[in-house]
């Protein structure tokens, strides 16, 4: 059986570190709503234009678009175990994806308020490519610029200090019914904490009991990779 999971947390909660660890050591492709956009943005799709349009004026892509995005990718899939991430967000967009396939886990990152705060208000991303720093996790090879590109990095309006706190109260409410779905089936697990490397020993061994770890390694050891 191809094992299906998703991962949920509010921005800044380390979803993409953990993301990549769990592709690593379990060979499992991370889908992620954010990338599927940016691409469907540069190659100017029909949904790409109208997801830009949103995204331009501040405001959140609609269930719609997002769920044929994301549809249409897991529908070129069904041959492969996968993590989705950023998606579902809503109840609506986990109703939809309830109608094409049985989930088998949904992992939940638990960061207290204070933690994201400080993470989103030092997150400074590469608009083009999504990748993100942290100015005291991850910083810049040279303040201000992407390692790879060279191009400048921007702070989000979203992530500045003014914002934060209705964006995490926001993810909040909509994220609550979709817990509330998955706690239901039985599938749904929370790990809570401050520092990803100290959470990410329990979210392996929990995955090493549903799927066999394609590189395994000694989750006593200290990880050195830095947080999102």
Request: proline letters at 7%; one cysteine or more.
């Amino acid at each position: 059986k191809l094992l299906r999971a998703v991962i949920l947390g509010p921005p800044g909660s380390g979803k993409g570190t953990v993301c990549q660890r769990i592709a690593k050591n379990f060979g499992l492709q991370h889908l992620s709503s954010g990338d599927f956009l940016r691409q469907n943005i540069r190659a100017s799709t029909e949904i790409g234009v109208m997801a830009k349009k949103y995204l331009e004026q501040g405001l959140p892509v609609p269930d719609s678009l997002i769920t044929r995005v994301m549809l249409s990718e897991l529908e070129t899939m069904k041959n492969q175990p996968w993590l989705l991430d950023g998606f579902p967000r809503t109840l609506a967009q986990a109703e939809a994806l309830d109608k094409i396939c049985d989930l088998d886990l949904v992992i939940s990152l638990n960061i207290p308020f204070e933690t994201l705060k400080d993470r989103l208000n030092t997150r400074w991303i590469h608009q083009p490519s999504g990748r993100v720093y942290n100015l005291e996790f991850n910083p810049p090879n040279v303040h201000g610029i992407d390692d790879i590109s060279g191009e400048p990095l921007i702070q989000q309006e979203h992530d500045k200090p003014d914002a934060v706190i209705s964006r995490l109260r926001q993810y909040k409410d909509v994220a609550k019914p979709v817990i509330e779905l998955y706690k239901n089936k039985g599938i749904f697990h929370t790990f809570s904490g401050t520092e990803t490397n100290r959470i990410w020993p329990y979210i392996y061994t929990l995955l090493s009991t549903k799927i066999t770890p394609v590189h395994p390694e000694d989750t006593s050891q200290a990880f050195c990779a830095e947080e999102h």
